[in-house]
C-alpha cells in the first residue's frame, strides 16, 4: 500500500479540528477566527489533548499562501477609488498612530530593561494592526462596505507599505548602528515606483486583455488565470524585494477593475477561506503555555499597550482629519491588535542577532490575546460611542458629526494655477516612472542584446535612438498641454496676477527640465565625454516631440484606455 504523505495527516487534523470548534463558536455566537486560533492550540505541539501536527513546516506554507489569498481578496474587494476617498484620513491617522506607538514601544522596550534595538523593534511591531485578521472579523460580521471599515482598509494598506520602509531602516540601523537617511529616501523611491509601475501598467493592460477574451473565460478558466496572476505578482514583488502580500494585493486591485471581478471575486472566496484557516490555526499552533508564563509581564503590559494606545491614537488622528466621533471609535477599535508584520519584523530581528529568541514568543501571545478581543472592540464599538455621546457636553457638537466637508470646501477654494498644477501632477508623475521604466528595461534587456550585434560606437547609437522613440510618448505626456486643460491655462496666463503667472511658468520649465533630465539619463552612460553636445540634443529631440502633432492622438488613446478600465463600472466625468 503507497504511504500517505504526512501533509495530509496533517491536513486532516487541522480542518477537522477547525470545523468542529468553528461550529461550537457560531453556536455560541462567538467570532470563526477565534475558533481558528483555539483550534491551532489544541493541534499544536504545545497541547497533548488531540494528536499534534507533525510537519510543521509544510503547514507554514500554507499559512503563508493563506495570507496571500487574503490580501488577494482584499485587493478584489478595495477599489481605487474608495482609498482616494478616504486616503487623506487614513494617512493622517497612520502617520500619528505609528509614529506615537513606535515611540512607547522604544520607551516600554527601555523600562523593561531591553537594549536600544530591540526597544526600537518592538516599537515598530506595536505599530503594525493584523490585516488578515481584520478582514476576517470584518467579513464575518458583514461590515466590509462601511465608512469607517474602508478608511481602516486604507490605513493597513498604508502600514504595509511603511512596514516595509520600516524593515529596511530598522535592519540598516541594527547593521550599521546608523541611521542612514540617503538609503531611506532610495527605498522610498524604489518602492514607489514598482507600484505606481505594476497598478498603471497592470490596469492598461489586464482588464482590456479580459474584455478581448471574455467570450472564453468560464468559471474554471477565470480561475486559474486570476490565480495564476496573482502568485506571478506575487513572484514578482518578492524578486524585487517586496513582500508576498504587497504583491497580492496590487494584483486584486488591478483585477478589481476589470469587467469580471465579483466573478473572480467569488470564485477565490473559497481558496481564501481554506487557506486562511490554515492561516489561523498556524498562528495558534504558536502559543507555547511555559514561555507565556515565563514572561507574562511583558505580554500583559504589551497587551494592556496594544489594546489601548492604537485605538486611541487612531481615533485621534481620524478626528484630526475631519470624520465623525463614531467612524473615529469604530476605526480605532478595529485596530486593536497586532499580526502578521510584527511577526516578520521580529523574525527579521532574530535573523539579525540583534533581539533575543524569547521577544518572538512574547509578540505571538501579544498578537493571539489581541485577536481574541477584536472582534468585540469591532461588535461593541457602537455601543461604546453611543456611551460616549452622552456625556459630551452639547458645544462640541462638532466633534460628532465631524468638520471634513467644510474643511474639504474650505482647501478646494484656491486660484486658477494651482487648480491647473493639482490637475496636471497626476498624469506628469505617472508618465515620469513610465519613462525611468523604459530607460531601466533597455538597460536590461536591450544594451546586451544590441551591442552584442553591433559591438561598435554604433550600437550605442541605435540603443539610444530606440529608447528615447520609446518613451517619447510619455515624454510627450509630460510637455504637453492636455485639450482638457488648456482653457484654463489660457486663463492663467491672462490673468493681472503676476505671481500665479511665475508660477504656472516655473511649473512649465519643471516639466522641461523633466524631460531633458530623462533624455540625458539616456544619453550620458552611453557617451559620458560630450555632455554639452548632448544637453544641447536633447533639447531638440524634446521641441521635436512637443511640435509633433502625431503624439497627440496617440497619448490620448493611453490614457483614454487607461481611464475606461480604472473607471470600468462607473463613468468617467
Same mark, same amino acid.
Given at each position: ?340 508584520? $510584527?511577526? =516578520?519584523?521580529?523574525? +527579521? ?6 533581539? !533575543? &529568541?524569547? /521577544? @518572538?514568543?512574547? #509578540? *505571538?501571545?501579544? $498578537?493571539? =490575546?489581541?485577536?481574541? +478581543? ?6 461593541? !464599538? &457602537?455601543? /461604546? @460611542?453611543?456611551? #460616549? *455621546? ?22 478646494? #477654494? ?160
Amino acid at each position: 500500500m503507497t504511504h500517505l504523505p504526512i501533509l495530509v495527516h496533517d491536513l486532516v487534523l487541522i480542518l477537522m479540528t477547525a470545523g468542529v470548534v468553528i461550529i461550537l463558536f457560531k453556536w455560541l455566537k462567538q467570532p470563526v477566527v477565534l475558533g481558528y486560533i483555539v483550534a491551532g492550540f489544541l493541534v499544536g505541539p504545545h497541547m497533548n489533548l488531540l494528536p499534534t501536527v507533525i510537519d510543521n513546516a509544510s503547514i507554514a506554507t500554507w499559512s503563508e499562501i493563506g495570507i496571500i489569498f487574503l490580501l488577494f481578496a482584499l485587493g478584489l474587494e478595495f477599489r481605487y477609488r474608495k482609498l482616494l476617498e478616504v486616503g487623506s484620513s487614513a494617512l493622517i491617522a497612520t502617520g500619528i498612530n505609528m509614529a506615537l506607538m513606535i515611540s512607547i514601544g522604544y520607551l516600554v522596550g527601555y523600562l523593561l530593561g531591553w537594549t536600544g534595538i530591540e526597544s526600537l523593534f518592538l516599537g515598530g511591531m506595536l505599530s503594525m494592526a493584523s490585516t488578515t485578521i481584520i478582514i476576517k472579523a470584518f467579513t464575518d460580521m458583514n461590515k466590509q462596505n462601511q465608512r469607517f471599515s474602508n478608511i481602516v482598509f486604507a490605513i493597513l494598506i498604508i502600514e504595509d507599505i511603511a512596514a516595509i520602509l520600516m524593515m529596511v531602516l530598522f535592519s540598516t540601523i541594527a547593521v550599521s548602528r546608523n541611521f542612514e537617511g540617503i538609503q531611506f529616501v532610495e527605498s522610498l523611491l524604489y518602492l514607489t515606483f514598482f507600484i505606481v509601475i505594476w497598478f498603471v501598467v497592470g490596469i492598461y493592460i489586464i482588464p482590456t486583455v479580459f474584455k478581448r477574451i471574455k467570450k472564453y473565460l468560464s468559471d474554471e478558466t477565470l480561475i486559474i488565470v486570476s490565480t495564476g496572476l496573482c502568485l506571478g505578482m506575487v513572484l514578482i514583488a518578492h524578486t524585487v524585494g517586496f513582500s508576498a502580500a504587497l504583491g497580492a494585493f496590487i494584483m486584486g486591485s488591478v483585477l478589481a477593475e476589470t469587467s469580471e471581478a465579483k466573478r473572480i471575486e467569488h470564485l477565490v472566496r473559497p481558496l481564501k477561506n481554506l487557506f486562511g484557516a490554515v492561516f489561523f490555526v498556524s498562528v495558534g499552533m504558536m502559543i507555547v503555555p511555559t514561555l507565556i508564563l515565563e514572561h507574562i509581564t511583558p505580554i500583559l503590559i504589551i497587551t494592556a499597550i496594544v489594546l489601548i494606545f492604537p485605538p486611541l491614537f487612531t481615533s485621534l488622528g481620524i478626528l484630526a482629519s475631519g470624520e465623525s466621533l463614531k467612524v473615529a471609535i469604530q476605526s480605532g477599535l478595529s485596530l486593536a491588535q497586532i499580526g502578521e508584520f $510584527s511577526f =516578520i519584523i521580529a523574525t +527579521t530581528g532574530i535573523q539579525l542577532g540583534v533581539i !533575543s &529568541e524569547f /521577544i @518572538y514568543p512574547v #509578540i *505571538v501571545a501579544v $498578537s493571539v =490575546i489581541t485577536t481574541f +478581543t477584536t472582534p468585540y472592540g469591532i461588535r461593541y !464599538s &457602537e455601543t /461604546i @460611542y453611543n456611551k #460616549i *455621546v452622552k456625556i459630551i457636553p452639547a458645544k462640541w457638537n462638532k466633534l460628532i458629526v465631524g468638520h471634513a466637508a467644510k474643511r474639504r470646501e474650505t482647501i478646494t #477654494i484656491s486660484s486658477d494655477w494651482s487648480k491647473l498644477i493639482k490637475i496636471l501632477f497626476v498624469p506628469i508623475f505617472i508618465y515620469f516612472m513610465l519613462a525611468v521604466a523604459v530607460i531601466m528595461l533597455s538597460r536590461i534587456y536591450l544594451l546586451p542584446l544590441i551591442t552584442t550585434q553591433i559591438p561598435t560606437e554604433w550600437g550605442f547609437i541605435a540603443l539610444a535612438v530606440v529608447t528615447v522613440l520609446l518613451m517619447s510618448p510619455f515624454l510627450y505626456g509630460i510637455i504637453r498641454i492636455r485639450p482638457s486643460v488648456s482653457n484654463l491655462y489660457i486663463k492663467v496666463l491672462k490673468e493681472r496676477n503676476h505671481f500665479s503667472k511665475i508660477a504656472l511658468l516655473l511649473f512649465s520649465l519643471i516639466r522641461a527640465v523633466l524631460c531633458i533630465s530623462l533624455i540625458l539619463y539616456v544619453l550620458i552612460p552611453l557617451f559620458p565625454r560630450i555632455k554639452i553636445i548632448l544637453i544641447i540634443i536633447s533639447i531638440i529631440i524634446i521641441a521635436i516631440i512637443a511640435l509633433n502633432p502625431g503624439y497627440e492622438s496617440h497619448v490620448e488613446k493611453l490614457e483614454n484606455r487607461f481611464l475606461g478600465n480604472l473607471n470600468n463600472d462607473e463613468g468617467e466625468e
